[in-house]
């Protein structure tokens, strides 16, 4: 009974109960990747020259995590950034304290994502087609059975 607001120009989660009050915050330390030229311009335009005015109106780093998941037993998913195509995830287990980070494959984002009890599943790109793939994730009996 339990829910989360983020500030992700900095590391924080607030943990507030159903009227409104924090009941903790998860803060990690961490420094926003910066981005250089030559990772804007790979990102803005390098695949589709049409899209190459994005590469101008990139930000100069990026926000510190894109998303948060609630996993099983109350368990807390953070996806960090941790580079201009990939991302890690923190764990967090029910009290806020950081227990682990996941290496996510660099084809998964949280927004293809569903947590379950085994681990996670995700929708995935395989050139032109979508693939379902299930990960168990062995090594957190904590969380996943």
Known sequence: KKFYVGLD???????KDLSGKTLYVIECAYKNKTLSSADKAMMGGKRDPSMSWVAARYP???VSYNAFEVLPKGWLAVERISGPWTT???VFDAEGRYQYVL???SRITFRRVEFNQRGLAAVVEDGDKLLFEEFAIKNLPEIFR
Do not use: I, Q, R
């Open 9 to 15: 120009k900095e590391y924080k989660v607030f943990v």
């Open 60 to 62: 100069d780093s990026f």
């Open 88 to 90: 890690e995830t923190d």
């Open 103 to 105: 290496k996510t494959p």
